[in-house]
């Protein structure tokens, strides 16, 4: 079937104009964007700048530029601008002499954190005046303009591409951690609160007693929202223990559980630990699944009744 091409599209009419332009004024004035963005002195397009920078995995400047549609030099202007507030280094690309990957310093992170903070508060606040119900209608609604106007709609129908970061945990990322957990295992296994109430006490444990160089807590953000995390922690001296895999349905089936659990293993090996092990119940066949392919053997299995289920609890091992 041959693709269809803006001279195929009839003329859309002058009501069907003045419906979008009329949404594009009600959005623009609902989320402030006629205001000084996010309350700080940077103007958007830096703070877009800044936002491809904390979140690609290897930030060229070239690749900014073509997908925020920015002019190449106005781009190096922002760029050298960063530099020298301290914001940025610059490392040259591996296999690629003429690519410099752009990092983020410690202070331009600390820059960038509140902007993040404060446009995730806004986004809330905007569904916070809706009924769930009609935050998921909303939302449902913003995926479907998305979807109609992405670059895949007029080209050969590939997907646009996903950012993935794993990061460090950030204020607000650990009650976030605990807040999934009750969330998907009541809606996807009809756990009770007991279970929310378990993790709660094994995440502050882990911010209360914090190993640094022995521990670790790796969240994952898909397109810049979190998306899921796994910790690794210190069960004895050589013995590392893998605790709270969590992954948001709409990340999974791209490998994102399979690439929090080779970190832990990795961190594992590079911190001296010489085996794993990690806790988790018969009905989670995808977390498992990962498991054994890693080489985790399942050392014993043990029905009991927790989080208002009859369950099957497991224990397995990696030797590393």
């Known amino acids: 079937m041959a693709s269809m091409n803006l001279a195929d599209s009839p003329l859309p ?18 989320i402030g964007a006629l ?3 996010l309350g700080g002195a940077l103007p958007l397009t830096e703070v877009r700048v800044l936002y491809e920078l904390a979140h690609r ?8 530029a073509r997908d925020l549609g920015l002019d190449g030099g106005y781009l190096s202007r922002i760029l050298r601008r960063f530099e020298t507030q301290g914001w940025l280094t610059r490392a040259t690309r591996a296999g690629d002499g003429r690519q410099s990957v752009l990092t983020l310093t410690p202070a331009g992170r600390e820059a960038f954190g509140p902007l993040q903070q404060k446009s995730r508060d806004e986004a809330a606040a905007l569904l916070a005046r809706l009924a769930p119900a009609d935050q998921q209608r ?4 913003m995926e479907t303009v998305q979807a109609l106007l992405s670059p ?16 460090d945990p950030a204020p607000g990322d650990i009650g976030w951690v605990v807040q999934q957990h009750g969330e998907i295992y009541a809606r996807e296994y009809g756990w009770n609160s007991e279970f929310e109430a378990l993790v709660a006490d094994i995440a502050a ?6 190993q640094p ?12 929202e979190r998306v899921g995390a796994v910790f690794l922690c210190a069960k004895s001296a050589t013995s590392a223990q893998l605790r709270m895999l969590l992954l948001a349905p709409r990340a ?5 559980g399979a690439r929090l659990t080779d970190e832990c293993i990795a961190f594992a090996r590079a911190k001296g630990y010489r085996k794993m092990v990690l806790w988790t119940n018969s009905c989670l066949t995808a977390a498992r699944g990962i498991y054994a392919s890693r080489g985790f053997k399942l050392d014993k299995s043990e029905p009991y009744e927790g989080f208002g289920q009859q369950l099957v609890g497991e224990t397995w091992s990696l030797k590393l």
């Open 152 to 167: 895949a709609q007029a080209g050969a129908g590939a997907a646009a591409p996903r950012t993935v970061v794993l990061r």
């Open 213 to 224: 160089g022995r521990e670790k807590c790796w969240i994952a953000e898909l397109d810049g």
């Open 35 to 37: 205001d000084p963005y």
């Open 13 to 30: 009419s002058a009501a069907a104009v003045k419906a979008v332009r009329q949404f594009n004024r009600f959005y623009t004035r609902e």
């Open 205 to 210: 444990k882990f911010v209360r007693n914090f």
């Open 138 to 141: 909303l939302i449902h609604a």
């Open 57 to 64: 995995p290897e930030p060229v400047a070239s690749e900014i």
């Open 252 to 256: 999974r089936g791209m490998g994102l």
